[in-house]
Each structure stands twice: as C-alpha cells, then as structure tokens.
C-alpha cells in the first residue's frame, strides 16, 4: 500500500505533463504551407555564358590613357567621395546590426539595486512590528538570462545580419568600380567636346579662307557680291559650333567636379585632357563564363537572397517554444540595517518555456512576409544577373560595330579632306564656283566630327565594357568573399548554446538556399 501511494505523485506528475504537452502542441501557432515554390535563382547555363573566363585588372587601369590629370581625378574621388562614404556607413550600420544580433545568443547579466521608504498599512500582509510603520525596503542582486535557442531562431537572425553586412561590402565595391568609371567617361566627353571645338576653330579659320579668297574674285569681276555675302554668312555659323563645343566641354567640367567631391573653385585647375583615347583595355569578345562571379552587384544580389532566407527560417522558428535559463540571487529586506545579513541572501534558478498560442495571427503574417520578401529577392537577383548580361553583350557588339564604322570612316574622311582641297585649288583658280566649296566644307566637317564621336565612343564602350566584366574587382581577394565562404556556424562557435551544439538540425534548417561563390 505504501509503494502504491509513493507511486501516485509520478504518476499525476507525469499524466498533468503529457496532458499539458497536448494542449501546448495542440493550441500552438502552426506556420502556414507554403502555397507556391520559390522562383528559380539564374546560373551560367541559364543565361549562355560560355565565353573565356576573365582576371581582374590592374587597380590603376585608367593609366593605360596616360594622363596624369585623369589618374588624379580619379584617385581624388575614391578618396574623398560621398557617394562611396555613404556606401562605407551603410557598411558600419549593418555590421552594428550583425554585432546586435550575435549578442542574442550570448548570456546576459544584469546587477540592480533598490531602495524604497513606504509606510505599511496596519492591516495588510506585511506583519508586526513592520505594520503600520514606516521603514525602508532595501534590495541588491544579480540576474543571468541565456536564450538557448534550440530552433535556431536567434541564429539565423545572425546569418541574416551577416549576409546583409557582406552584401553592403559588395556595394562598397561595386560602388568604387562605377565611380571610377564615371569619372573617366566624363573625363572621354571633355576631350570629345575640346576636339569639336577644335574641328570649329579649324573650319571657321577655313570659312575665313574661303571669305579672303572671294573678296579677291570679287574685285577681280570673278564673282559677284551674292558670293561674297553667302561666304560671309556662313562664317558666323562656324563661331556658333564652336561656341556651342567649349560650352559643352564646360559642363563635362563641373560633371567632373562634382564626382571628384570638388566645388566651383577647381574648374580652373582641370585642364584641357591629353589621354590617348585609342589605348587599349583588356575586355573580352564573347561573354565570360564567370560573369556572374566577378560582378560585386551580382555578388551582392546572391547575399541578399541569402538574408531573405535567413529570415524565413528565423519567422518560423518564431512558432516553436522559446526556452530560456535564469537565474538570479541577491539580497532584500525590511530596514536598511538587515539587508547586509546573511539571512537576507536568496537564490534561484531555472529554465523559462515560452510557447505561442493565439497571436491574432501575427506569426503568420509575419511568416507570408518572410516568405514574399524571399522571391522578392531571388526576383531581384534574376533581374540583375539579367542586366548584366545584357549591358556585357550590349558593349561587345558596340565595339564590334564602332570598330567596322571607324575603317568605313576613315576612308570617308580621307576621300572628303582630298575633295576639299580640290574644291578650294579649284575655285581659287576660278574654275569652280562657291557651292562647289561649300558643299565640301560642308562634307568635310561632318566627316571629322563623325571620327571624333566614333573614336570617344570606342574609347567608352570599352570602359564600359571593363566595368560589365567586373573592371579590378577581385571576388577573391575581398574581405566580404571569404566571409561568405567560411561556414555561417564558424564565426558563432564561440557564442553558440549547449543546446544548439547537442540537438540536431531540422530538415528545414538544412534546406537553407545556397549562396556560395565559386569565381
């Protein structure tokens, strides 16, 4: 009879906690099934990259133009740039965040301390001689709290926090190669507007030729006023041209200016360019196999669909029991003068189950968001991988294009400069008239303007080329690269849970999406 009665506290003890475990599971928040499959995440073979893989270039590949004044420009303006501080701070503000979110999984300690002067009411739980009277209530202790994060729901707000700061070095990057970049191109447009001012200056000098010559006809009975007054006329338009050049080549100016974090005061010192616009750059002819592994946008678009995920799994570990150790001691008493006695020190420790029952259906809403968040980013992910194929497909058939009207109009300005020295001999000589030179003048000075717009268009197309293809960007020598190859559980060994290192993954946790990054 007594092993009998010995064996009834187990025995409700152990039926009140099934039945509790029931409830709990029964009237738990479930996360919703996901009602359609993720988008699908590009790869090589998805988009026809086959062409020779490319290395990074050199960091100073402007150099290959051999001007001094572009290598300062530029150098100028990745140091003292704001649009590449404002990448830097996103950079310092994410890995605020990361720092944040590890802390959640190291234990947390708190010291308080209290001091309360009350007057107890006489007929209250506070007995004799306490009961009203008034006194001091002292108290001083130490609490410990350790999320133990079984579902992993704090590590993977980690892994999220993580990618995102990875994904802003990326943009720190991408941000320099463009910076770069735009900064030459603007420095390609200065040296096309100063050669169109001086193809002006050129044609107005031969407009004035061409006045000189007449005036002579006229007074010799050659020609009439008529010729003289369309010669005349056409004088001023060439002034207008270069007019127009030199206003151009002002603003490309104060576009430079402006990229390279200067104001109005270094108009005057940005001279005149003297680069080698036909130089050569290492791009390639077809589009290289590893695109997608040298662009930092791209690069920075994979981790982004990374935290997304991260995300999603961390809203639904939301769903399953949060359980916590505390633990506290300390010292409390009535009066001041007891509270440094032994007597007054206590204790205790424990664990603390948290289960989500009804939320009003906040963790589902919060999971759906997770989840559209999630093909948002692969979404975006696709769409860059999508630009830069095309932007790197684009300039290879620019170049290839710019390359065959170059020969064409070389050959057009060679046979229209012949043209116009004939027609000038010619009417000079009196046998032919004014329209005769006119209309070589005319053809002779669209020809020249058409080789300086081909030859800088080249010149772009092939820094923009460079920059499609990742310019100097190394995926392998950057911090952020092999931060996101080193395991996501490595850089949170020193802070994981005894719970997290003995239970094993769920099937959900393993499906995380895969980012790696081979170049």
């Avoid at 002067?117 to 007995?127: D, G």
């Avoid at 130490?142 to 993977?156: H, I």
Wanted: charged share 20%; hydrophobic share 45%; glycine share 6%.
């Amino acid at each position: 009879m007594r092993i009998k009665s010995s064996l009834m506290p187990i025995k409700v003890l152990f039926l009140t906690s099934a039945a509790l475990s029931a409830v709990l599971v029964a009237g738990c928040a479930l996360p919703p099934p996901k009602e359609a499959p993720h988008p699908h995440q590009l790869a090589n073979d998805n988009v026809g990259l086959g062409g020779v893989a490319v290395e990074p270039v050199a960091d100073s590949w402007w150099n290959s133009f051999q001007d001094p004044q572009l290598d300062r420009l530029i150098r100028q303006g990745l140091k003292d740039s704001p649009t590449l501080t404002q990448a830097q701070a996103r950079v310092g503000a994410a890995l605020a965040q990361a720092q944040s979110a590890q802390a959640g999984l190291r234990p947390s300690a708190n010291l308080d301390a209290s001091a309360f002067y009350q007057r107890a009411p006489a007929n209250y739980v506070i007995p004799p001689p306490l009961a009203g009277h008034s006194f001091w209530e002292g108290q001083a202790g130490a609490s410990f709290g350790w999320d133990l994060d079984f579902w992993g729901r704090q590590a993977d707000a980690v892994h999220r926090a993580q990618d995102l700061t990875q994904s802003a070095r990326f943009d720190v990057d991408n941000a320099r190669l463009m910076l770069a970049g735009a900064i030459t191109q603007a420095y390609i447009d200065l040296y096309r507007e100063n050669a169109l001012a001086d193809i002006a200056t050129r044609s107005e000098a031969q407009r004035q030729n061409i006045v000189n010559i007449t005036r002579r006809r006229v007074a010799a009975g050659l020609d009439t006023q008529l010729e003289l007054r369309e010669a005349e006329g056409q004088l001023p338009q060439a002034r207008v041209a270069r007019a127009q050049a030199q206003a151009a080549a002002d603003l490309a100016v104060h576009e430079l200016a402006a990229l390279t974090a200067q104001g109005a005061d270094a108009y005057a010192s940005i001279q005149r360019p003297l680069l080698q616009v036909e130089a050569a750059l290492p791009v390639p002819n077809a589009l290289p196999i590893n695109l997608l592994a040298r662009r930092p946008d791209i690069l920075s678009a994979r981790l982004t669909v990374a935290a997304a995920d991260a995300q999603r799994l961390a809203a639904k570990a939301a769903f399953y029991p949060q359980v916590n150790l505390r633990a506290i001691a300390g010292f409390g008493a009535f009066g001041m003068s007891n509270l440094v006695q032994s007597s007054a020190g206590g204790y205790g420790i424990g664990p603390l189950i948290s289960l989500p029952l009804f939320d009003g259906g906040r963790l589902r809403a919060e999971y759906r968001g997770s989840e559209a968040d999630l093909d948002a980013a692969i979404a975006g992910y696709n769409d860059t991988v999508l630009r830069a194929v095309q932007q790197t497909a684009d300039q290879i058939t620019r170049i290839d294009a710019l390359a065959r009207e170059r020969v064409d109009q070389q050959q057009t300005l060679d046979s229209t400069e012949a043209a116009y020295k004939l027609a000038e001999e010619r009417y000079r000589a009196g046998l032919a008239s004014y329209l005769s030179v006119l209309n070589a003048e005319t053809q002779v000075l669209s020809a020249r303007q058409s080789m300086v717009d081909i030859l800088t268009s080249q010149a772009v197309a092939r820094v923009t080329l460079l920059l499609a293809v990742g310019g100097s960007f190394d995926p392998r020598a950057s911090g952020a690269l092999a931060q996101a190859r080193a395991p996501a559980s490595s850089s949170l060994s020193s802070a994981q849970s005894p719970a997290q290192s003995s239970s094993q993954p769920s099937s959900e946790s393993s499906s995380r999406i895969v980012t790696g990054i081979n170049p």
